[in-house]
T-cell receptor, first 113, second 113 residues
């Protein structure tokens, strides 16, 4: 069983479109994260949720809106996609907000044309 | 100054040698430190964590921490071609609900057969 899963794995879209990425974890963890890894492999946290509550919101454009319907799911919706949004987006989870061990999903490679 | 600095590499070592990966960080308040390994096209996976000054050994891996020097390193003994990957250093910064991992840009390790 996959611990942290994401869909889709690849996403190719035009500038200006709106898209969503879904994430699910079956580890029973309380805390989930979204990370962005750019073309230079720099991995940066975007958001963190603990038991459906937003606890970390980095300086991310408000075109990015996370949603956590329950503690096992964390989705990311992106409005008005821009070229600079092209990256790999990783979802991760940890047992609690201390986040000692974070388990990463396989990533979603987003390409904006 | 970057929050977490790593030599991007590539660090090339022959099979069987010791690979030494270094990392410096800027937040003196960081108390926990993590090393993640990321194979090309894959997601990061945790390989070591260290919380106290000194050495921590796990199989062929040894993490070393010096909080006074704000320095953490990872030694890989008897390097194997399968160790070829990017190694990401990640101190945990902040406190309480807002603590988060800050990733370095990673060091690419290439183990030559």
């Amino acid at each position: 069983d996959t611990a942290v899963s994401q869909t889709p794995k690849y996403l190719v879209t035009q500038m200006g479109n709106d898209k969503s990425i879904k994430c699910e974890q079956n580890l029973g963890h309380d805390t989930m994260y979204w990370y962005k890894q750019d073309s230079k492999k720099f991995l940066k946290i975007m958001f963190s949720y603990n038991n459906k509550e937003l606890i970390i919101n980095e300086t991310v454009p408000n075109r990015f809106s996370p949603k956590s319907p329950d503690k096992a799911h964390l989705n990311l919706h992106i409005n008005s996609l821009e070229l600079g949004d092209s990256a790999v987006y990783f979802c991760a989870s940890s047992r609690n907000r201390e986040g000692d061990t974070q388990y990463f999903g396989p990533g979603t490679r987003l390409t904006v044309l | 100054q970057k929050e977490v600095e790593q030599n991007s590499g590539p660090l090339s070592v022959p099979e069987g040698a010791i690979a030494s990966l270094n990392c410096t960080y800027s937040d003196r308040g960081s108390q926990s430190f993590f090393w993640y390994r990321q194979y090309s096209g894959k997601s990061p996976e945790l390989i070591m964590s260290i919380y106290s000054n000194g050495d921590k050994e796990d199989g062929r891996f040894t993490a070393q921490l010096n909080k006074a020097s704000q320095y953490v390193s990872l030694l890989i003994r008897d390097s194997q071609p399968s160790d070829s990957a990017t190694y990401l250093c990640a101190p945990r910064t902040g406190g309480g609900a807002t603590n988060k991992l800050i990733f370095g840009t990673g060091t690419l390790l290439a183990v030559q057969p």
